[in-house]
């Protein structure tokens, strides 16, 4: 008898219970009612009396055993669902497909960073925007061209003729009319113009503008500040030159160029082989600007740049249609994945 009861012990000790299959298999086996501990509680009969009591709470002992081995491998497996079957738990996963930043986000955060890094805070205003901070009060004649329709995108809002801005230089205004010098700010936001759409035009772009109002600001000083711009966004080798231009809100005016980023100045065809590359405008804010928007012209001076925030991600990432941006195309976007 005890051997047969040890022998039941060892196999109750050794079943292994990998699943619920198993472990219905072990209840039948042990612990049903033509089970093998059952058996032995029938064989309780043969055994002399005064082992009886001895043998009996051994058996007991037994069952419980078998109940614990068997309850607690129940629990376990009800838990995992059977579909997890056949599922190998320690392989790795798949990647997850994370998104990525546009690569004008990319941009425009890089040139905020970098000018936030010499005190430029950032400034914004409305797209829909009115005649006086777009036009009027940056000292556009009212005959100019620029307004005219061709470039213009014109809406009405009840009785009020609006634009949608041409550029961010009406942030400027904005910000001039609503603040005390000094002033160093930059304004990054979307601009429309009335354009067929191409490769190198399109009817909305994203401009970054900035202006620095203070007593005693140069043209050195805006040359300075644009040396730094081109050198943090294009590397240290990064030379920059001015050119005499014209805009109706500065003067004098100047269109600047970067050295070209991708020939090491050298020629090629995206600089068209002069080395050189037009990357934005800029020029001393006008008095009359200055004076349409509340500051004193005698005691203050200022500059301003602009810039196109497509422009410089073409020249960063060498994308050459602007149509890409958006697109949405996921093979362009997945392009500036991070880590890929
Ligand atoms: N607003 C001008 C443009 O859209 C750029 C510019 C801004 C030029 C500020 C000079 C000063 O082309």
Redesign the pocket.
């Known amino acids: 008898m005890k051997d047969a009861i040890h022998n039941v012990q060892q196999e109750i000790a050794n079943y292994t219970l990998a699943n619920i299959q198993d472990t219905e298999k072990f209840r039948i086996e042990f612990l049903g009612s033509k089970g093998k501990i059952k058996d032995l509680f029938g064989l309780l009969k043969s055994v002399p009396n005064e082992e009886k009591k001895q043998v009996g709470q051994t058996l007991n002992e037994l069952r419980i055993l078998a109940e614990e081995k068997w309850n607690q491998a129940k629990a376990q497996f009800e838990n995992t669902s059977t579909k997890s079957e056949g599922i190998d738990l320690t392989r790795t996963p798949e990647d997850a497909l994370i998104g990525s930043r546009h690569p004008l986000s990319l941009v425009r955060s890089e040139i905020i960073e970098l000018f936030n890094r010499i005190g430029f805070t950032v400034s914004e205003g409305p797209e829909i925007e009115d005649d006086w901070h777009n036009f009027s009060a940056?000292n556009f004649p009212p005959e100019h061209p620029a307004r005219d329709m061709q470039d213009t995108f014109f809406i009405q809002k009840g009785e009020k003729e609006m634009a949608l801005r041409?550029?961010?230089?009406s942030v400027?205004v904005r910000v001039m009319e609503n603040s005390k010098p000094p002033i160093r700010t930059i304004s990054p936001g979307r601009?429309y113009r009335n354009e067929a759409i191409s490769a190198r035009a399109h009817c909305f772009f994203h401009?970054v503008?900035?202006?620095y109002i203070d007593e005693n600001v140069s043209f050195a000083d805006l040359k300075q500040t644009l040396l730094y711009f081109a050198k943090e966004m294009f590397g240290e080798k990064a030379e920059i030159r001015l050119r005499p231009?014209y805009?109706p809100?500065?003067e004098p005016?100047a269109e600047v160029d970067v050295s070209c980023t991708i020939c090491n100045a050298k020629g090629c065809n995206v600089c068209k082989y002069s080395g050189w590359l037009e990357i934005?405008?800029?020029?001393m804010?006008d008095p009359n600007v200055l004076e349409a928007s509340g500051i004193d012209s005698k005691k203050y001076t200022g500059?301003?740049?602009?810039?196109?925030i497509e422009r410089i991600a073409q020249l960063k990432y060498r994308v050459n249609d602007l149509r890409l941006y958006s697109e949405n195309d996921v093979r362009f976007l997945n392009q500036f994945t991070p880590g890929v």
């Open positions: 940056l041409t550029h961010t230089s400027q601009v401009q503008e900035g202006l231009s805009f809100f500065t005016s934005l405008g800029c020029g804010v500059f301003a740049f602009g810039m196109g």
